[in-house]
């Protein structure tokens, strides 16, 4: 027993090793040293607007660093199916990020990605968790030591079913599984909400309901007066590449008045500020 301990040990610590020495890309899918505009680059603030500030290396910043792909990209879903056009002037951009396969990965699966990969980017996985219904955190260092969800209705216990992996493929199943089980009321409940005078890069805001929705904040700009503008992102169902929205025609920037009772989104399904979480 204890020689199978030892092994199970440093065969974790050299997975972890190898783990460690993936994570210099950011954004791990741009192939080789492929240059991309990014939101940053592409979007350039309204006169008298200013980008807000933001830490080195933190969320904002890499949300704000997003790659786009190059304009005049139409949004396509898993299967490679056009599902809205480049001529949409609701479409502002693009992410460069293949969603081909990825059935999963719908509106708040791909708000969990983001986080989820921004947190491995910076080597920073004993914070990669994520709530499941009934409100377990089923956390990243878990998953990688061999530990698995066992669920009786809504309770969730850990059993400990596979040998520790730390590998990318192993990531994304971890990553499958929150898809699998979560879904925007999860997100809705589990998360804290934020009063939408302090909204900030890198919340999220969900549609309450049984058909819910969720768009992420990835910019902010602001004024000298304290007015906030901000660029919004989604994914939607069918998995779709996650894109920007326009405000209106060639006006990718929204202005935020917690005032409204809904966003402005140019979309179907209303959202409200009630709606506004943060990880």
């Excluded at 791990?28 to 607007?49: D, H, M, S, Y």
């Excluded at 007015?227 to 935020?256: C, E, S, T, V």
Aim: hydrophobic share 40%.
């Amino acid at each position: 027993m204890l020689k199978s301990v030892i092994i199970i040990t440093i065969s974790f610590s050299v997975w972890q090793a190898a783990h460690s020495q993936q994570l210099k890309n950011p954004y791990f899918w741009l192939q080789g040293n492929k240059k991309c505009e990014t939101i940053a680059t592409r979007f350039q603030v309204p006169e008298g607007f200013k980008r807000v500030e933001v830490r080195p290396k933190s969320f904002a910043q890499w949300l704000r660093e997003l790659p786009l792909l190059s304009d005049g990209r139409p949004v396509k879903d898993y299967t490679g199916r056009v599902r809205r056009s480049a001529k949409d002037t609701t479409l502002a951009a693009v992410v460069d990020y293949n969603i081909k396969g990825k059935k999963l990965e719908q509106c708040m699966d791909i708000i969990f990605r983001w986080r989820a990969e921004y947190l491995r980017s910076q080597n920073r996985s004993q914070d990669i968790a994520f709530f499941l219904p009934g409100g377990f955190l089923l956390k990243w260092t878990d998953w990688m030591k061999g530990f698995r969800p066992v669920f009786k209705g809504i309770n969730v216990n850990l059993h400990q079913t596979k040998v520790p992996d730390s590998s990318r493929l192993s990531f994304e199943k971890y990553l499958w599984e929150i898809f699998y089980h979560s879904y925007t009321q999860t997100a809705y409940v589990a998360y804290p909400k934020v009063n939408p005078q302090n909204i900030q890069i890198g919340d999220f805001v969900v549609k309450k309901g049984t058909r819910g929705h969720a768009v992420l904040i990835v910019d902010m700009a602001e004024d000298q007066s304290g007015k906030k503008i901000a660029l919004i992102g989604q994914g939607d169902k069918p998995a779709r590449q996650f894109y920007l929205l326009n405000y209106k025609k060639d006006q990718p920037w929204f202005p935020l008045n917690p005032k409204d009772e809904h966003l402005p989104l140019p979309i179907r399904k209303k959202l409200t500020w009630d709606g506004v979480r943060r990880f």
